[in-house]
C-alpha cells in the first residue's frame, strides 16, 4: 500500500498474483457456501481479504457505523419513552377507577342517608298504615299428585339359546365316554 496526499492507494494490490491462501478461500467458499466456481472470482477474493482491515478504518465505514450507533441509541430512547407513556396512562387509568369507585360509594351512601332520614319525616305527616290480618286459617293446599314413574324403555337383552351339541352321524349312545 502507498500513500498518496489523497490517501493510501490500493492500485498496486490489484497487480500481485492471488496467494495459495486465496485460492484455498476462494475453493472454501464454493465448497462451504455453496457458490459456483464461476460465481468467486479469485481476484475479489485476493482484494478481499487484504483490504478488509484497511476498510474497517476507513472514514466512509467509520461515518456508517456512528450513524448505525445513533439510530440504535435513538431506537432505545423511543422505546423508554413509550414504555414511560403506558406507565403513567396506566397509574392514571388506576387513579380515574380509584375516583369512580371513590364517588360510587359515597353516592351510595348520600342515597342511603336520604333514604333513612326519609321515612323519619315522613312518619309524623303520614297517616298510620293498617296492618294486615289474615282472617281465618289458611285454606289447606291441595294435595299434589305425585306421577307414576314411567316404565324404562331399557330392556335387557334376550340369551340366546344354547347351541345344540353336534352330534356326528355315526355317534351311538355307547360312544358315549
Same mark, same amino acid.
Given at each position: 500500500?502507498?500513500?498518496? #496526499?489523497?490517501?493510501?492507494?490500493? =492500485?498496486? *494490490?490489484?497487480? @500481485?498474483? +492471488?496467494?495459495? *491462501? ?8 464454493? #465448497? ?7 460465481? &468467486?472470482?479469485? @481476484? ?20 456508517? *457505523? ?9 431506537? &432505545? $430512547? ?14 392514571? =387509568? ?7 369507585? /371513590?364517588?360510587? @360509594?359515597?353516592? @351510595? #351512601? ?5 333514604? /333513612? %332520614? %326519609?321515612?323519619? %319525616?315522613?312518619?309524623?305527616?303520614? +297517616? ?8 281465618? =286459617? =289458611?285454606?289447606?293446599?291441595? +294435595?299434589? $299428585?305425585? $306421577?307414576? +314413574? ?7 337383552? %334376550? ?6 351339541? &353336534? &352330534? ?10
Amino acid at each position: 500500500m502507498t500513500n498518496t #496526499e489523497d490517501g493510501p492507494q490500493f =492500485a498496486h *494490490l490489484a497487480d @500481485k498474483e +492471488p496467494t495459495e *491462501l486465496h485460492r484455498r478461500f476462494a475453493a472454501w467458499l464454493v #465448497e462451504h457456501v455453496g457458490l459456483e466456481e464461476d460465481e &468467486v472470482d479469485l @481476484k475479489t477474493v485476493q482484494l478481499a481479504c487484504s483490504l478488509r482491515i484497511e476498510f474497517q478504518k476507513s472514514p466512509e465505514n467509520q461515518a456508517a *457505523l456512528e450513524k448505525r450507533r445513533a439510530d440504535a441509541e435513538k431506537a &432505545v $430512547e423511543t422505546r423508554a419513552q413509550k414504555a414511560q407513556e403506558r406507565a403513567e396512562k396506566r397509574e392514571q =387509568a388506576e387513579k380515574d377507577k380509584a375516583a369512580r369507585a /371513590a364517588a360510587a @360509594k359515597a353516592k @351510595k #351512601e348520600a342515597d342511603a342517608a336520604a333514604k /333513612a %332520614a %326519609a321515612p323519619a %319525616a315522613d312518619e309524623d305527616d303520614a +297517616p298510620a298504615k293498617p296492618s294486615r290480618r289474615r282472617r281465618g =286459617a =289458611a285454606a289447606p293446599a291441595a +294435595p299434589v $299428585e305425585e $306421577e307414576a +314413574p314411567k316404565p324404562s324403555t331399557r330392556r335387557r337383552r %334376550a340369551k340366546a339359546a344354547p347351541a345344540a351339541p &353336534v &352330534v356326528e352321524d355315526d355317534f351311538d349312545e355307547d360312544d358315549d365316554l
